[in-house]
């Protein structure tokens, strides 16, 4: 098992913690990791782009001109995509742009991100957070514990103020330990959570 140095919020060191081998020392699988960050971009897609083609604009049934002797381009109706307020050729439709990704490969895309984020020296774990809900509060902390640029911050549902104080921060993402997802573990650099968020994520995802 992987043991971590726990921290307080202040930056010293409060103890070791040992993490479940099966969640925080799996192999870096990027293809798996690429394909899930895939899915659950396309999963939060809509889908409800629509425009008309010729044949749904209103109007243009009958013939502009005749035919032939008039000296212009032939035309068949004043809805053809070529003029203005004309349909649109190939328009985009309403879709599902969803994509199942199942458990085995959801669990795997998440440790091996987590175990990544180990290896490279990006995961910290703090002792608690006991801070008011102030930014100005979040922001000593987060200089305390030398962390800068982009920024996840892992709670559990007691940890409500911390959730409250980063919220105006730029480039800090905050997240309940029951909502990790791979996407938010690749996206943000450094990644710290509590002790309780990382026992509540090995109770979640180990084999």
């Not at 035309?75 to 742009?97: E, H």
């Not at 911050?153 to 791979?182: C, M, Q």
């Amino acid at each position: 098992m992987p043991s971590v140095k726990v921290y307080s919020q202040t930056g010293a060191e409060a103890g070791s913690i040992e993490l479940d081998d099966s969640v925080f020392a799996a192999e870096y699988n990027e293809a798996l990791i690429h394909q899930v960050v895939v899915a659950q971009r396309n999963n939060a897609r809509q889908g409800t782009k629509c425009t008309l083609t010729r044949t749904e604009v209103r109007g243009g049934g009958i013939k502009p001109w005749r035919q032939k002797g008039t000296g212009r381009a032939r035309q068949g109706s004043i809805r053809s995509p070529q003029w203005t307020g004309g349909g649109v050729v190939f328009a985009p439709k309403p879709r599902d742009f969803s994509q199942k990704v199942n458990k085995q490969a959801k669990r795997g895309a998440i440790c091996s991100a987590l175990s990544e984020k180990l290896r490279s020296e990006e995961l910290t774990v703090v002792d608690e957070f006991k801070i008011r809900p102030k930014t100005k509060e979040m922001v000593k902390v987060l200089a305390d514990l030398k962390l800068e640029k982009r920024i996840l911050v892992v709670v559990t549902d007691a940890d409500e103020a911390v959730v409250r104080a980063a919220g105006n921060i730029p480039l800090v993402t905050t997240l309940n330990a029951s909502k990790i997802n791979v996407y938010d573990l690749v996206a943000n650099g450094k990644c710290v959570m509590t002790k309780e968020a990382a026992k509540k994520i090995e109770e979640a995802y180990k084999a």
